[in-house]
């Protein structure tokens, strides 16, 4: 379905475009452009949605386009079309050109052609015969919301699939030939339990990259039964008082705490704006001794990895923070160019329609010593958050995070669950603060959205102890 | 292709595949935007995108779907192709049909659409506005989020009863957000955003007078004390938790378990009865209005709360057979079509005997806490539940003084927020989102690190 056969003097993915990319990136050098960096994409994507016991929706979609970014000294244009002939392109090319301003062109860079193509898909051209149909898809999403209906409180059931299978060519003025097949699948359960006056909501969401055969495997009975138990917690929970309060923050998808307000702020993108306070502060402390943090795309299967970056790069395992003190920060070519920050394999976009930026891959807290109960058992007084929902991160550095499903700690012991709880902080206080890591790491699949788009991230950690933070509730 | 030639592309490929039932959706554009950083170009972008959705009824009479961005002759053909297939898994449980309004006339408006003014003069445009701003106050050091674009765009919808229908428009958008320093304070920031339908309609001056005057009214801040206020939320923030909680007037989301109301609640009392809710896409002042929805029905102005009472749902096709009534115009075009409002519109009613007419925000020399803007609403807000827990911009007005606030969050519950309205001020503002006075509330609860 992916090698689709396109008309000649256009790009085919089912052959050899080395002679096309090689003569629209001469024609940009030739026009005085810096640096010309052609992405290519085609994709084919379905999802499916099952609500109670009926399959209600399933969407399939399929297309094709092209990123084409150009740079004059820090400066870079890009175009996004769906037209890959060779016309469609070269006025592409010409568009930034002009945008750019680019007069003089006396004064020209060497491009030498492309390099042998590094081809990443060649073991993954098979996948689009291996993932599920949508009639197995189907299947298992219907037996997958039936078994939500554990009891007559829950009113509410709905089991959501989607899957992405995107190849890609990039070409680069420095030579840069590489060709990808990338396949990411995520599934999610959610429901609303109701008794009078009483309403909670539970949900989990399920992700993988480059596994064909990941959603046969997944354990449908035990993300049930797990968010069945989430919204049951939650159905008659209280609001919780707001304040200032130690919390422990569960592993897994509480990580999203440390990519929200911490790990956005390492994005050189954020070196560009001015926006980060961590500018000036490589090798110096900026958290708490007990805490390394990391932020990779070699994980196999994980949500956020990736054979090969969307500037042609692979992906490293880059070591954000160590005991504390700021080792690098994330980076892609314009990061690199504008800050000189080297690349980390990081550079990543939704489609062909935005310009790769610097982002997050798969970015955790790495284990500590402790056990979850030690945590627990520090806190006389304080929340566990056991569940996180979204949050999100502003101009001048303060977060937010929902709590999902949250408990009262009392005297070292979990009490009572509460509900309503956000958490409020900015990551250069926070940071300072997470003062106990557990041995529990693990990670959650999760989507980013920011300049480039919305991308496949993890996130992850241990459980993590905070010694205090803002906690707004009623 | 123009969208005439699409349709007879889709007529000639459907009978090839003897496919009798279908419609499309159909959007085409081409974007330009600039980003300068301290008056260097950042980033120049621009793009050429078309998205086609083709649906299809096989012989049971069960809807497929597909999207995609070829419309070659393969592409069209390989879409039908597809949406047939995905038919077979079609919803058993609720059928969609046609709107019955689809081929209804629809109100035609002066089209106000201007040309490309080109990416040298966004250029120019947007470091000259970078440049004032920064000027503006020696402590707003970068205007770190900035922007300016103009698209272009056409829209069809069709399908094989003979509807057809299109519309092309142009838009533009500037926003400048600003950040400030002084020394031993905390960064600050905010901004502005302003729409036209072409550049020389856009305000720029006026976008750089707000973003300066919020940034800098920030600057000198303090914690708030966590306890119950009376709060007054700007037009802006108020349209931000209606537009948060619609699921209230969404037949979707009744049907689907995820909203507040249910079928019976056309007539509940949510509010005091000064207040008056509208959705209204066709308003002049909304910009990026569009004269029907994803089935094609027409767009039209919708009472949504009358005098504190819900008047009215917004429906799709199948939302309204269901509830036996006629669509709204507030539909999408998806396997599963969604219903979403336009632009809403409040107001006060005549019934004003309820309300405190001495608060307003100029004058009210009490205490209480000014909402500017809610953020991050995709995390607080829990609209099946009525909750939210937002993070705000805003001030403390007490003893004839404001004070910025540091860092704090609102919370409560919507059904509460609507019938502790106490006021609703005379005046209107317009905003990118739509129309509102300021809204007065009485107790809520605010959450800061005093």
Known sequence: MLSSKIKSNEIDFGSCNKDLLEEIIYYGISLGADFVEIFIENTDNSSLLAEEDFITSVSPSFGTGAGIRIFKDKKDGFVSTNDLTKHGLMRSVSQAIEMLDIKDNKKREVFNGLNKLRDYSLSKKKWINEVPSIHEISEKLLVSTKSLKKN????????????????????????????????????????????????????????????????????????????????????????????????????????????EACGHLLETTQIERGTTPFENKLNEKIAHESLTAIDEGISKGSFGSLSVDDEGMEPEKSVLIKDGILKKFISDRAGELRTGHKRTGSGRRQNYSFAAASRMRNTYIAKGDYSKEDLINSISDGLYCKSMGGGSVGATGQFNFAVEEGYLIKNGKLTNPVKGATLIGEAKEVMPKISMCGNDLELAPGFCGSISGSVNVTVGQPHIKVDSITVGGR | MNPREITNQIVEAADSLNLRKWDYGASFSNDYSVQVDKGEAKQLKASQKQILTIRVWNQSNLVGITTTSDISESGIKKALKQANIASDFGNKNESTEFSPLAKDPIEVKEVKKRSPVGIKKLLTLLRQAEVKLIESHESIKSVPYNGLSESFFERVYANSDGAFRSYSKSQAALYLYARAEENNNKPRSSGSVKLGYGVDDIDIESCIREASNKTISHLNYSSIKTDKYLICFSPESFLTIINAFSSMFNARSIIDGVSLSNKNSIGEKLSTEALNIYDDGLHEKNISSSPFDGEGTPTKRLCLINKGRIENFIHSESTARIFKTIPTGHAGLGSKVSVSPDWIVVEKSEEKFDLKTSLDHTTYEGEFVYIEELNAIHAGVRASQGSFSLPFEGWLYKNGKKISIESATVAGDIKYLLKNIVNIESSQEVTTSGISPHIWVDELSITGDA
């Open chain 1, 152 to 259: 007559n409180k829950i009113i509410t059931r709905k089991g959501s699939y989607s899957r992405n299978l995107q190849e890609i060519i990039i070409a680069s003025s420095d030579g840069t030939y590489v060709s990808d097949i990338r396949l990411h699948q995520t599934v999610g359960l959610n429901v609303i339990a109701s008794d009078a006056q009483y309403r909670s909501s539970g949900s989990r969401r399920f992700g993988s990259s480059g596994m064909p055969n990941e959603f046969r495997l997944w354990d449908h009975d035990k993300a049930a039964n797990d968010v069945f138990e989430s919204s049951m917690n939650m159905l008659y929970a209280d609001y919780v008082d707001a304040g200032q309060m130690p919390v422990v923050l569960a592993n897994k998808f509480g990580g999203v705490i440390f990519h």
